[in-house]
C-alpha cells in the first residue's frame, strides 16, 4: 500500500486521486474509494473482523480494529490518515509530501496525522498497546496466542475472497501459519517459486522497493490475491535476537548462556553468530519489568515489514502486539525455552497439525528446503 499524498501527479505511481484541489493522492495499484454522505475513504489492505467495504464505511481517524489496512479519510476540508491499531507501514514526512516509499523525517506508530487543505500538518498521539492486566500461567499463555490466531484465521477467512497463496521456507513462521490455514481451509495454493511480475510501480521504484530489507524477499503477481506471510513472527513471537537479549537481561542471562545450554535448538547456529550488545539505556530499561516491556514494544510497534504491493495483499496474522504482550508474561523458563528452540511456535503446531513439525528446517535460517527433499 504505496503512496505519496503530494501537491502533484507522480509518474512513478501508477494512479492518482485527487483528494482535495491541488493534493493528489498517488498510489500503487489495489486502493478502493468510497463515498459515503460527505466523506471519502481512499483505502488499501484488510481488516481481520470487516471487509473492505464495511471497513470503510465505519473507518474512524483513531484506530480501533486489527488487520493490516490504511486509509486516507477526506472529511470537512481536512485530510487524516489512519490505519489498523499497530500500523503496518512506515509513514515519512517531506517538505511537501507525506509517503511510506520517499524517505523523510519518520511518523512514528503512534502518531496519526490531520492535513489541512493548505498543507500543512497537524499530529495527534493514541496509545496503541491496550495492556493486559491479568497474569497467566505459561500454559495459559500458549493457549490465549492459540485462540488470537484461531480468531484472526476465522475471522479474516470468512470474508476474505480472493485466492490464498504460501511460499514454505522450511522456517518456523510460515510452518506455524500453514498448520492454522490447513485447520479452515484447504481451498489455497502452495507455491514453491518466488514470484515477481514488473508491474508499472515495481519497475519505477525498484530500487527504493529494496532498500527494505523485507522487500528482497517478496512475490507479486498480476492478478488480485492474498500471500499468507511470516511477517512480524521473530518479533511477536518474541524470536527477535535484540529483543530476546533484552527479556533474557531482565531474567538475569543472555541469549548466547541460553544457547550455549541447547546445541541442537531451532535457534542455535543463527544467535551463534550474533554479537547482541546492549546500549547503557537498554540495560536500565530491563532492569524492570515495566521497562523491560514498555522497551520491547515500542520497538516492535515501529518494526515494519511486508505491507501490501500493487494487487498483491499480505496476510500476517503475527503482526499483532498482544501475542507479544502475552509472551512477556511468561515465565523465565518459557522465555528460554522460546528463545533456544521456538518452543511456543512448536506447541501451537502440535495444538494444529503436530505432523508439519517434520518440515521444519532443523536450524533457524540454516539449509533452506532440508526436510522437505
Same mark, same amino acid.
Given at each position: 500500500?504505496?503512496?505519496?499524498?503530494?501537491?502533484?501527479?507522480?509518474?512513478?505511481?501508477?494512479?492518482?486521486?485527487?483528494?482535495?484541489?491541488?493534493?493528489?493522492?498517488?498510489?500503487?495499484?489495489?486502493?478502493?474509494?468510497?463515498?459515503?454522505?460527505?466523506?471519502?475513504?481512499?483505502?488499501?489492505?484488510?481488516?481481520?473482523?470487516?471487509?473492505?467495504?464495511?471497513?470503510?464505511?465505519?473507518?474512524?481517524?483513531?484506530?480501533?480494529?486489527?488487520?493490516?489496512?490504511?486509509?486516507?479519510?477526506?472529511?470537512?476540508?481536512?485530510?487524516?490518515?489512519?490505519?489498523?491499531?499497530?500500523?503496518?507501514?512506515?509513514?515519512?514526512?517531506?517538505?511537501?509530501?507525506?509517503?511510506?516509499?520517499?524517505?523523510?523525517?519518520?511518523?512514528?506508530?503512534?502518531?496519526?496525522?490531520?492535513?489541512?487543505?493548505?498543507?500543512?500538518?497537524?499530529?495527534?498521539?493514541?496509545?496503541?498497546?491496550?495492556?493486559?492486566?491479568?497474569?497467566?500461567?505459561?500454559?495459559?499463555?500458549?493457549?490465549?496466542?492459540?485462540?488470537?490466531?484461531?480468531?484472526?484465521?476465522?475471522?479474516?477467512?470468512?470474508?476474505?475472497?480472493?485466492?490464498?497463496?504460501?511460499?514454505?521456507?522450511?522456517?518456523?513462521?510460515?510452518?506455524?501459519?500453514?498448520?492454522?490455514?490447513?485447520?479452515?481451509?484447504?481451498?489455497?495454493?502452495?507455491?514453491?517459486?518466488?514470484?515477481?511480475?514488473?508491474?508499472?510501480?515495481?519497475?519505477?521504484?525498484?530500487?527504493?522497493?529494496?532498500?527494505?530489507?523485507?522487500?528482497?524477499?517478496?512475490?507479486?503477481?498480476?492478478?488480485?490475491?492474498?500471500?499468507?506471510?511470516?511477517?512480524?513472527?521473530?518479533?511477536?513471537?518474541?524470536?527477535?535476537?535484540?529483543?530476546?537479549?533484552?527479556?533474557?537481561?531482565?531474567?538475569?542471562?543472555?541469549?548466547?548462556?541460553?544457547?550455549?545450554?541447547?546445541?541442537?535448538?531451532?535457534?542455535?547456529? &543463527?544467535?551463534? %553468530?550474533?554479537? /547482541?550488545? #546492549? $546500549? =547503557?539505556?537498554?540495560?536500565?530499561?530491563?532492569? *524492570?519489568?515495566?521497562?523491560?516491556?514498555?522497551?520491547?514494544?515500542?520497538?516492535?510497534?515501529?518494526?515494519?515489514?511486508?505491507?501490501?504491493?500493487?494487487?498483491?495483499?499480505?496476510?500476517?496474522?503475527?503482526?499483532?502486539?498482544?501475542?507479544?504482550?502475552?509472551?512477556?508474561?511468561?515465565?523465565?523458563?518459557?522465555?528460554?525455552?522460546?528463545?533456544?528452540?521456538? &518452543?511456543?511456535? %512448536?506447541?501451537? /503446531?502440535? #495444538? $494444529? =497439525?503436530?505432523?508439519?513439525?517434520?518440515?521444519? *528446517?532443523?536450524?533457524?535460517?540454516?539449509?533452506?528446503?532440508?526436510?522437505?527433499?
Amino acid at each position: 500500500m504505496f503512496f505519496n499524498i503530494n501537491k502533484k501527479s507522480l509518474k512513478n505511481y501508477p494512479v492518482q486521486y485527487e483528494l482535495m484541489p491541488d493534493i493528489i493522492l498517488n498510489c500503487d495499484q489495489g486502493w478502493h474509494r468510497l463515498r459515503s454522505d460527505n466523506v471519502i475513504v481512499y483505502s488499501k489492505g484488510y481488516c481481520n473482523t470487516l471487509d473492505l467495504q464495511q471497513l470503510m464505511a465505519r473507518v474512524q481517524p483513531i484506530p480501533k480494529f486489527k488487520g493490516n489496512f490504511l486509509a486516507v479519510v477526506v472529511q470537512d476540508d481536512k485530510i487524516y490518515i489512519t490505519h489498523d491499531t499497530n500500523r503496518g507501514t512506515p509513514i515519512y514526512l517531506g517538505n511537501d509530501y507525506i509517503s511510506n516509499l520517499e524517505k523523510g523525517e519518520p511518523v512514528w506508530a503512534d502518531c496519526l496525522l490531520k492535513i489541512k487543505s493548505d498543507f500543512t500538518v497537524e499530529k495527534t498521539y493514541f496509545e496503541p498497546c491496550v495492556p493486559i492486566d491479568y497474569n497467566p500461567s505459561d500454559e495459559e499463555i500458549i493457549e490465549g496466542i492459540h485462540k488470537i490466531l484461531c480468531e484472526t484465521f476465522e475471522n479474516f477467512l470468512t470474508h476474505n475472497t480472493l485466492p490464498l497463496k504460501i511460499f514454505l521456507s522450511g522456517g518456523i513462521d510460515t510452518m506455524t501459519l500453514y498448520s492454522y490455514l490447513q485447520q479452515f481451509t484447504n481451498n489455497f495454493e502452495l507455491v514453491d517459486y518466488e514470484y515477481i511480475k514488473h508491474t508499472h510501480f515495481y519497475k519505477k521504484n525498484i530500487t527504493e522497493l529494496k532498500k527494505n530489507w523485507c522487500y528482497n524477499q517478496m512475490h507479486l503477481w498480476e492478478d488480485p490475491c492474498v500471500l499468507v506471510s511470516g511477517a512480524s513472527g521473530d518479533e511477536n513471537m518474541l524470536r527477535g535476537p535484540k529483543t530476546l537479549e533484552i527479556a533474557l537481561t531482565h531474567h538475569g542471562t543472555n541469549l548466547h548462556e541460553v544457547c550455549k545450554r541447547n546445541p541442537t535448538g531451532y535457534h542455535y547456529k &543463527y544467535f551463534s %553468530k550474533k554479537d /547482541i550488545q #546492549l $546500549t =547503557n539505556n537498554e540495560l536500565v530499561c530491563a532492569k *524492570s519489568i515495566k521497562g523491560m516491556k514498555k522497551l520491547i514494544l515500542n520497538r516492535n510497534l515501529n518494526d515494519f515489514q511486508h505491507w501490501h504491493l500493487d494487487k498483491t495483499l499480505t496476510f500476517t496474522p503475527f503482526k499483532d502486539l498482544d501475542l507479544l504482550q502475552l509472551i512477556l508474561k511468561g515465565s523465565k523458563d518459557l522465555i528460554q525455552k522460546q528463545a533456544a528452540d521456538a &518452543y511456543i511456535n %512448536k506447541e501451537l /503446531i502440535k #495444538l $494444529t =497439525n503436530s505432523s508439519n513439525l517434520k518440515l521444519i *528446517s532443523n536450524y533457524k535460517n540454516f539449509d533452506t528446503f532440508e526436510n522437505f527433499n
